[in-house]
């Protein structure tokens, strides 16, 4: 009897287990399923506290796509110190003055995990500290573990910052949902929404950027 009993509740814990482990494979978008199991980009990471790491991550950013800048030299046009409540906007207008396409993403995992699949580093806002301080921060999207369901923030002074889904999702969500890709205007991202990408390039050529405004619109002609 009491090894009948010893096999059933074996059996009830490793149907437990198996159900557990569905349901957290379950959990995942299966947008987010069909990628790659794993991926970490390289690239410039300034790190950096100070105004919410926002010339930090933009000078990070810009880096990566051969303009040579570090965060110091983006604080005055960024109007930093003093205009922390417009730099959301400010660092996507000075994005543009350096020729750059501000592609918006949707504010999902899965989206924002697209474009790191395909190699492009994503700039994200969201709210660090908790319940009782907490405060948004800008960072570099960069990679991912599917298996683990763990991102990988290059953020503050961390350049290894890991996060699980659902916190980051959250503390992603907490922060307005906000990210976008800069990119050359001949960089398509993964799965280009068109009227997005024109859009964006039509923003570009209003910052004074016609040429590559052009540039940008041309290269989802040619796609």
């Known amino acids: 009897m009491m090894r009948v009993m010893y096999g059933i509740r074996t059996l009830v814990l ?6 557990a482990l569905a349901g957290c494979a379950g959990s995942v978008a299966p947008e987010v399923r069909q990628l790659p199991e794993r991926v970490e980009l390289s690239g410039t990471f300034y790190r950096g506290q100070a105004n919410q790491s926002g010339p930090q991550v933009l000078a990070s950013m810009l880096s ?9 030299l983006l604080e005055k046009p960024l109007n930093l110190p003093g205009a922390e409540a417009q730099l959301q906007q400010n660092m996507q207008n000075l994005a543009r003055e350096y020729g750059m396409v501000v592609y918006p993403l949707d504010g999902n995992l899965s989206a924002l995990l697209t474009q790191v699949a395909a190699g492009y580093p994503v700039m994200v806002r969201f709210t660090e500290g908790s319940a009782f301080w ?8 960069a990679g991912y573990n599917r298996q683990k369901q763990t ?4 953020a503050g ?11 980051f999702e959250s503390a992603f969500k907490d922060a307005g949902a906000w990210a976008v890709l800069i990119q050359k205007p001949n960089q398509l991202p993964a799965k280009v929404d068109g009227p997005r990408w024109l859009k964006a390039a039509s923003d570009l050529g209003q910052a004074g950027q016609e040429q590559a405004a052009a540039r940008a619109s041309k290269a989802l002609q040619a796609q």
């Open 14 to 19: 490793a149907i437990s287990c198996v159900a």
């Open 151 to 154: 991102v990988l923030l290059r």
């Open 134 to 141: 907490a405060e948004p921060r800008y960072a570099i999207l």
């Open 64 to 72: 990566q796509q051969g303009i040579v800048i570090t965060p110091g």
């Open 157 to 167: 002074m961390n350049r290894r910052l890991l996060m699980d889904f659902n916190s």
